[in-house]
DNA sequence: ACGATTATTGCGTTCTT
DNA sequence: AAGAAAACAATAATCGT
């Protein structure tokens, strides 16, 4: 009766020396050479259950719990020897004053870096420009420069700043658009965003429903006719102010889906609002105003 | 922190086939 | 008649300021 458990410690030969193992429960460890051949208890990071039916979404891999610690909180400092005296003590000092302020340089660097790549990974997988880069970059340094990053994720500035240079340039992207290829969530490119927006002062106006349309328009597969009306539903739209802090992408699905209805009768209320990221509920408001 | 907007869910209704 | 789509309502969540 061989059970599990009771498997003797000596199970396995170390591969270094080839003597016996003994484990602790913890670890495999050769009694001859000291080599931990295994190791259990091993921090496995987030494992996430999602007590929704049907809700795939939870991802098993992604950064660790705290992303706003560029080192992760593990560092290296030189410790305070009371014994030691006279020069010893002070070039020991001297040592530690130095790996400090090489570790705050290098921090910033590797920060930027880490940041750029970021962005130039976003900007890549949103098929933006490559000037919109360069600026999301620039932006990035200003954030650093300024020292916003201070309890916030890096993953939330570079996503934030690719958001942000696109709402500066009227680029119809909404930020679940960008999230989902971001390492970030959205709430850290709102904590971003929001500090930025704050302390830059960024020049944000707020997206017209038009610039959506001709994308989700192509998306969508409708005629040109139909793109046409819903261009011209668009402007006529905030001539009557009646987005008033509505959802934008949202008024420029229901702006295609009131054209569709008009003409071809090819589109639900679903498929116009899925392409949109808002819900049939969202795009029947606008719907209606826009009938009467 | 607040008010407005939006999401979500469920359900009876209307339209289409 | 059956199934899909649109409508409606209530509540929770999120957004913009």
Redesign the pocket.
């Known amino acids: 009766m061989s059970d599990a458990r009771s498997r003797p410690a000596t199970e396995n030969r170390c591969p270094e020396c080839g003597g016996a193992t003994t484990s602790n429960g913890d670890e495999t460890i050769c009694s001859d050479c000291g080599l931990v051949v295994a190791a259990d208890r091993i921090d496995r990071g987030p494992e996430w259950r999602s007590f929704?039916d049907g809700d795939e979404s939870r991802e098993r891999t992604g950064a660790p719990l705290t992303r706003s610690r560029h080192d992760r909180g593990l560092t290296t400092e030189i410790g305070r020897d009371t014994r030691l005296k006279g020069r010893k003590r002070r070039r020991l000092a001297r040592m530690r004053r130095q790996h400090d302020r090489a570790q705050i340089r290098s921090k910033a660097e590797r920060n930027r870096v880490y940041g750029f790549t970021e962005i130039r990974r976003l900007v890549g997988a949103l098929s933006l420009p490559a000037d919109v880069r360069e600026q999301a970059c620039v932006l990035f340094e200003s954030a650093q420069d300024e020292g916003l990053f201070q309890g916030r994720s890096l993953e939330g500035f570079a996503s934030a700043c690719v958001y942000a240079v696109c709402r500066v340039r009227s680029i119809a992207r909404t930020?679940e658009e960008v999230t989902e290829h971001a390492r970030g969530d959205?709430?850290e490119l709102?904590a971003a965003y929001?500090a930025m927006n704050r302390e830059l002062g960024l020049s944000t106006g707020?997206i017209a429903p038009a610039t959506y349309v001709p994308r989700y328009a192509s998306e969508l597969g409708v005629s040109t006719q139909v793109e046409r009306r819903a261009m011209e539903l668009a402007e006529r739209v905030v001539e009557e102010n009646l987005v008033?802090?509505?959802?934008p992408s949202?008024?420029a699905g229901a702006c295609l889906?009131t054209a569709a209805?008009e003409l071809d009768?090819t589109?639900?209320?679903?498929?116009a609002?899925d392409v949109a990221?808002?819900?049939?509920?969202?795009?029947?408001?606008?719907?209606?105003d826009l009938q009467a």
Do not use: F
């Open positions: 929704e930020v959205a709430a709102r929001d707020p008033g802090g509505r959802n949202g008024v889906y209805q009768k589109l639900t209320q679903q498929e609002a990221d808002v819900t049939p509920v969202t795009l029947r408001a606008t719907y209606y």
